[in-house]
T-cell receptor, first 111, second 113 residues
Framework: QKEVEQDPGPLSVPEGAIVSLNCTYSNSAFQYFMWYRQYSRKGPELLMYTYSSGNKEDGRFTAQVDKSSKYISLFIRDSQPSDSATYLC???????????FGTGTRLQVFP | EAQVTQNPRYLITVTGKKLTVTCSQNMNHEYMSWYRQDPGLGLRQIYYSMNVEVTDKGDVPEGYKVSRKEKRNFPLILESPSPNQTSLYFCASRPGLHTGELFFGEGSRLTVL
């Protein structure tokens, strides 16, 4: 079983839709949860970073962590064509360096 | 501008011909790392360095070497490239081992024939 599972998509939605991207993980020791966005031919860039269970909001983006279910989500409200990218979840434990990435979900928002 | 710079961005080479991918960061970060990204496998760590002259293996180190002689530079060396090293490579850095999150370079697409 992979430590982090992420549906690869692609996910295609119309502009203005609410998008839900999800990852599951297997090890309850993971405590830091991140979402990276990767545009085509670019490196990943950090989008959201959360430590605990619950929600964290930043503009149109909301990161949600449910540690009891080992489930993390990224919601995008009022999606825009500029949100078209691959979204990678990433997790790590408290006192280690190792960052484990999901395989990424490709999102396309069409006008 | 804060950035991680990789070169070359694109390279086609042949089996066995040694090559080096350079990586430089201008943020005075202590920690640097190399990843490869393959379809269906995601980002996998090759090597990382916690500071000058300190390097360690990641998940997929076979066939690669690194060095960290200066804080800003972290080159990736393929002594004898093979076709299974055809991949998209990313260099990344962050301030310290447990501080802050990763800044990535723009990637180096390597094809080994």
């Amino acid at each position: 079983q992979k430590e982090v599972e992420q549906d690869p998509g692609p996910l295609s939605v119309p502009e203005g839709a609410i998008v839900s991207l999800n990852c599951t993980y297997s090890n309850s020791a993971f405590q830091y949860f991140m979402w990276y966005r990767q545009y085509s031919r670019k490196g990943p860039e950090l989008l959201m970073y959360t430590y605990s269970s619950g929600n964290k909001e930043d503009g149109r983006f909301t990161a949600q962590v449910d540690k009891s279910s080992k489930y993390i989500s990224l919601f995008i409200r009022d999606s825009q064509p500029s949100d078209s990218a691959t979204y990678l979840c990433a997790i790590r434990s408290y006192n280690t360096d190792k960052l484990i990435f999901g395989t990424g979900t490709r999102l396309q928002v069409f006008p | 501008e804060a950035q991680v710079t990789q070169n070359p961005r694109y390279l086609i080479t042949v089996t066995g011909k040694k090559l080096t991918v350079t990586c430089s960061q201008n943020m005075n970060h202590e920690y640097m790392s190399w990843y490869r990204q393959d379809p269906g496998l995601g980002l996998r760590q090759i090597y990382y360095s916690m500071n000058v002259e300190v390097t360690d293996k990641g998940d997929v180190p076979e066939g690669y070497k690194v060095s960290r002689k200066e804080k800003r530079n972290f080159p990736l060396i393929l002594e004898s490239p093979s076709p299974n090293q055809t991949s998209l490579y990313f260099c990344a850095s962050r301030p310290g081992l447990h501080t802050g999150e990763l800044f990535f370079g723009e990637g180096s697409r390597l094809t080994v024939l």
